[in-house]
């Protein structure tokens, strides 16, 4: 790549961020070494599956501005003071004492199953609504997606959603692998090519989520815990890690609530989930539950 069409990238990056834009689209020809080697690591790369086969490749290439600023912000020292703090209220000492808060399991799994049977119940409209869409949209396809997740004590469970993404979804993550956005084990992009047109407004608004309440009343989850994981991610985990693992997973918890979610690391993560563990309350989580309504009714879901 010559200097100055580099130059000219970083200059249209510049630009675009000065007038607001979330992310500027910039359409070239580029060599596949140039790709792997200049570009790559700094820009997101999105393929548009009429451009696979020509050579040089055709892409889309989207400037990740929120990426780079917090790249950036990093490198300056900013947001350290949060995470320490975090880090010194979660503490150095392994998570003890859960099973001996017998009361507030009790009171918490009363909750759960009453809250999700009157979900169920007084929503079922809703559901039928969706299953309707989701048929509409893409008839060859299930209304809902079963996939295994780990539970409590490691124990595995199938986690239910509205389906949200095409049939194959599962079997093209291989293609997408090099496109993650988040750091750990957990996959993540925007715009995934993946997501059906029902599939994009049901994440929006968070309704794909639904019928988790069926693994709630079942005991899988909980209404409030950390967010179920796949086993290949349980996998990778460290000893530290390991301790979401001591309660209930579930629908949501404080990662769901922020609004930066989006540019929270792996390990951020997990630091506000043991955080929660520790200081989990009935109080607690009826605040966790009317914030995750506002994330709702906002549609802030992705």
Excluded at 4 to 20: D, K, V
Excluded at 121 to 139: M, Q, R
Aim: glycine fraction near 4%; charge should be positive; aromatic fraction near 10%.
């Amino acid at each position: 790549m010559t200097a100055s069409l580099w130059e000219g990238m970083r200059e249209a990056a510049r630009l675009a961020f000065a007038y607001r834009m979330p992310r500027s689209l910039l359409f070239m020809n580029l060599p596949r070494h140039v790709l792997a080697t200049r570009v790559q690591p700094m820009l997101r790369i999105r393929r548009r599956r009429s451009t696979l086969t020509e050579s040089p490749i055709k892409l889309c290439i989207t400037v990740r501005f929120m990426a780079l600023m917090r790249t950036n912000s990093r490198a300056r020292g900013e947001g350290e003071g949060p995470i320490k703090r975090l880090k010194e209220e979660i503490g150095s000492e392994p998570i003890v004492g859960i099973e001996d808060r017998v009361a507030f399991r009790f009171i918490k799994r009363s909750f759960d199953i009453v809250f999700s049977a009157a979900v169920l119940v007084c929503f079922s409209w809703l559901f039928a609504l969706i299953a309707i869409l989701i048929k509409i949209d893409d008839p060859k396809g299930p209304v809902f997606f079963k996939q295994t997740r780990v539970g409590k004590n490691g124990k595995t469970f199938q986690m239910i959603k509205f389906r949200s993404m095409c049939v194959d979804a599962e079997a093209k993550l291989a293609e997408l692998k090099e496109l993650n956005e988040k750091t750990g084990p957990v996959f993540k992009i925007a715009d995934d090519p993946r997501i059906t047109r029902v599939g994009k407004w049901l994440r929006k608004l968070s309704l794909d989520e639904l019928p988790q309440f069926v693994n709630v009343l079942r005991s899988d989850m909980s209404v409030v815990g950390p967010r179920p994981a796949l086993p290949n991610e349980v996998a990778t985990y460290n000893d530290y890690q390991r301790q979401r693992l001591l309660v209930k997973p579930g629908m949501t918890c404080y990662w769901q609530t922020r609004r930066n979610r989006d540019s929270i690391t792996f390990d951020e993560w997990v630091d506000l989930d043991l955080l929660y563990i520790k200081k989990c309350s009935a109080w607690s989580d009826f605040k966790l539950i009317v914030q995750t309504v506002g994330v709702v009714l906002t549609a802030q879901g992705s």
